[in-house]
């Protein structure tokens, strides 16, 4: 299968200066996608990551938590570039803001503290609609949009010690269910996309424990190569599907799809 064709697709990743949405930007700018990422503040981690995709890309410090953050985004966005052809909603917040030792002593959910848990809940479920909402005019006006949502592992969404993170993101692979069928007909597609597994990003706390259940890591460029392909033309009309990273094959893109049975379900 020859390279996706991304070139001069305007593609919105949140959280883009580190992580996963830090080589998902970079992979799609030097594919020859026009490129903005937001970051929670302005921040040397943006600066550095915009100074690698390009003079085209843009970096928007945004709290996408934020109503009127979001819409200034998609609006720079816009203004920048003309128009928005791909959100990918990749922001988020972890564990580590209820506990740093959370891999290996779980918190019981009773025990979390409550802003925390309010915090991790609003940048989860809250940012992507905010986001979403108001990119989703501008891609319904031209015909064209994709949405992808990054999601987790199943394990993750009921692991003990993972509330509020891993029901945040069961929630969002739901809701992402229902943004495709409101946006059928539109030409918008919404998927999901997630690694299959713990990444080596600092949702994780450093040092000898920063492992996943299995003891592995996995590299976040694991991303790219269905971020791209997602992006690209070749994935235009699929839409309500789930993407595992870990299974990508570049020939055969169907056997990353994990779409259980055409249901949510994480049990």
């Not at 998902?24 to 995709?53: E, F, N, P, R, Y």
């Not at 928007?60 to 200034?72: G, K, Q, S, Y």
């Not at 003309?82 to 959100?87: F, P, S, Y």
Request: a negative charge; aromatic letters at 6%; one cysteine or more.
């Amino acid at each position: 299968m020859t390279q996706p064709l991304v070139q001069d697709r305007v593609v919105l990743i949140t959280g883009g200066s580190r992580g996963l949405g830090r080589e998902m930007a970079i992979a799609l700018a030097q594919a020859g996608a026009k490129v903005a990422i937001t970051g929670a503040a302005a921040s040397d981690a943006l600066d550095d990551t915009l100074a690698q995709l390009g003079p085209e890309a843009i970096a928007l410090p945004a709290d996408v938590t934020d109503e009127h953050a979001a819409e200034d985004a998609v609006a720079k966005t816009v203004a920048k570039f003309g128009r928005i052809d791909v959100l990918i909603n990749n922001a988020g917040i972890g564990m580590r803001l209820v506990s740093e030792t959370f891999n290996t002593s779980p918190t019981k959910f009773w025990e979390a503290d409550s802003s925390a848990w309010a915090r991790i809940v609003d940048a989860n479920v809250n940012g992507p609609f905010l986001m979403a909402r108001a990119a989703v005019p501008h891609m319904m006006a031209q015909g064209f949009g994709k949405i992808i949502n990054i999601s987790t592992s199943d394990q993750t969404m009921v692991r003990q010690g993972y509330a509020p993170y891993g029901p945040s993101k069961a929630f969002l692979e739901a809701a992402s269910r229902v943004w495709a069928a409101d946006l059928a007909g539109t030409g918008v597609d919404v998927n999901v996309l997630l690694p299959g597994g713990a990444a080596d990003t600092d949702l994780l706390p450093p040092g000898p424990d920063k492992k996943g259940a299995d003891g592995n890591l996995l590299s976040p460029s694991i991303m790219c190569a269905p971020a791209l392909w997602l992006v690209s033309d070749a994935a235009d009309g699929i839409t309500g599907a789930r993407f595992i990273a870990r299974l990508w094959n570049t020939d055969d893109p169907g056997a990353a799809r994990d779409d259980k049975g055409g249901k949510p379900q994480i049990m």
